[in-house]
């Protein structure tokens, strides 16, 4: 296949680059002049994702597109109007270049969207492809960005497939999720032992791996497809501390602060997000991918918790 990758300079986009040049792909990377790609794969530059972005270049010749490049949800987003910048660069920039996909002969896109654009958590039914009710300015961008695309496959021709990973981690990883590992190296105590939840995460090889089935076995032209994803594991908060220390050689510290408490020291201390990612749940179906191209995750949790430890341990950057 020939595959353009936005965002290839990314935590996502570098390990996804990676496995298509060794499966023999040809792939290019659109990204600024001074990105950073993987050996093997083509830099094509453009100037950042927004609405007056000219893909033009980069998507002629390509016969797939992985869209994986974003404004990113952020804990605390000091934008004076945040829905409206995400509107500009998730739905206005993807729906450009979906456009210049679909002129140029693109078959079939692929879009990173987010568990986001299904909501925040769950109360005993998991999220699926089906359920859509986000919250957040993050969320709302990316579910009108599907909607777009649907469109935009629906006049065009164009095949697309959205996949709605929740929290990924790995290799390289960032934000909350390197902060926990952090903490946990360090012996820090982390008062969620009393937490009774279900979460569920995907490992950045799986994620990827899922982008390569789908490149793979692409809709009928015109298609849309909408898929949830996971590891096949889903587990509460301190369980995933547990085996994460386990991959880190380190003891899990976790006295049992009643969650009510939690939550209320959450809100005096500004980070009420942050407290109801650790202590709710956030369950994901992942049947629709498996019955509809047979994908399901290659690797377990607790592979993928000691893959990112030996990652840590070495202190070295995937890139």
Not at 135 to 164: C, F, N, Q, W
């Given at each position: 296949?020939?595959?353009l990758?936005?965002?290839?300079?990314?935590?996502?986009?570098?390990?996804l680059?990676?496995?298509?040049?060794?499966?023999g792909?040809r792939?290019a990377?659109?990204?600024r002049?001074?990105a950073?790609?993987?050996?093997?794969?083509?830099?094509?530059?453009?100037?950042?994702?927004?609405?007056?972005?000219d893909?033009?270049a980069?998507?002629?010749?390509?016969?797939?597109?992985v869209?994986?490049?974003?404004?990113?949800?952020?804990?605390?987003?000091?934008a004076?109007?945040?829905?409206?910048?995400?509107?500009?660069?998730?739905?206005?920039?993807?729906?450009?270049?979906?456009?210049?996909?679909?002129?140029?002969g693109?078959?079939?896109?692929?879009?990173?969207s987010?568990?986001?654009?299904?909501?925040?958590?769950t109360?005993?039914?998991?999220?699926?492809?089906?359920?859509?009710?986000?919250i957040?300015?993050?969320?709302?961008?990316?579910?009108?960005?599907?909607r777009?695309?649907a469109a935009?496959?629906?006049?065009?021709?164009?095949?697309?497939?959205?996949?709605?990973?929740?929290?990924?981690?790995?290799?390289?990883?960032?934000g909350?999720?390197?902060?926990?590992i952090?903490?946990?190296?360090?012996?820090?105590?982390?008062p969620?032992?009393?937490v009774?939840?279900?979460?569920?995460?995907?490992g950045?090889?799986n994620?990827?791996?899922?982008?390569?089935?789908?490149?793979?076995?692409?809709?009928p032209?015109?298609?849309?497809?909408?898929?949830?994803?996971?590891?096949?594991?889903?587990?509460?908060?301190?369980?995933?501390?547990?085996?994460?220390?386990?991959?880190?050689?380190?003891?899990?510290?976790?006295?049992?602060?009643?969650?009510?408490?939690?939550?209320?020291?959450?809100?005096?201390?500004?980070?009420?997000?942050m407290?109801?990612?650790?202590?709710?749940?956030?369950?994901?179906?992942?049947?629709?991918?498996?019955?509809?191209?047979?994908?399901v995750?290659?690797?377990t949790?607790?592979d993928?918790?000691?893959?990112?430890?030996?990652?840590?341990r070495?202190?070295?950057?995937?890139?």
């Amino acid at each position: 296949m020939t595959v353009l990758v936005t965002g290839a300079s990314g935590f996502v986009g570098r390990e996804l680059c990676r496995r298509l040049v060794g499966l023999g792909h040809r792939v290019a990377g659109a990204g600024r002049p001074a990105a950073r790609l993987p050996e093997g794969v083509e830099h094509r530059r453009v100037a950042g994702l927004s609405p007056a972005t000219d893909w033009s270049a980069a998507v002629a010749g390509m016969e797939s597109v992985v869209h994986l490049a974003a404004r990113v949800h952020v804990m605390h987003d000091d934008a004076t109007d945040p829905l409206a910048e995400f509107r500009a660069a998730n739905v206005a920039g993807t729906l450009r270049l979906a456009e210049q996909a679909a002129a140029a002969g693109v078959r079939h896109l692929v879009f990173m969207s987010s568990i986001k654009a299904n909501g925040e958590e769950t109360h005993g039914l998991a999220f699926g492809p089906d359920d859509a009710a986000p919250i957040d300015p993050y969320g709302i961008s990316k579910l009108e960005a599907e909607r777009g695309l649907a469109a935009i496959a629906g006049r065009s021709g164009l095949a697309v497939t959205v996949l709605r990973p929740p929290l990924v981690y790995g290799p390289g990883v960032k934000g909350n999720f390197r902060t926990l590992i952090k903490a946990v190296d360090r012996g820090m105590p982390l008062p969620l032992g009393a937490v009774i939840n279900r979460r569920a995460l995907i490992g950045l090889g799986n994620l990827a791996d899922a982008v390569r089935a789908c490149l793979e076995t692409p809709p009928p032209t015109g298609g849309f497809r909408v898929f949830t994803l996971c590891d096949a594991e889903t587990v509460s908060t301190p369980t995933l501390i547990r085996l994460l220390a386990a991959a880190l050689g380190r003891r899990a510290l976790l006295p049992p602060v009643p969650v009510g408490l939690l939550r209320l020291a959450g809100r005096l201390g500004g980070r009420t997000e942050m407290i109801q990612r650790l202590t709710a749940s956030l369950e994901v179906d992942a049947a629709a991918i498996a019955a509809a191209i047979g994908w399901v995750p290659p690797d377990t949790l607790e592979d993928g918790l000691a893959e990112t430890a030996r990652w840590w341990r070495n202190k070295e950057s995937p890139t």
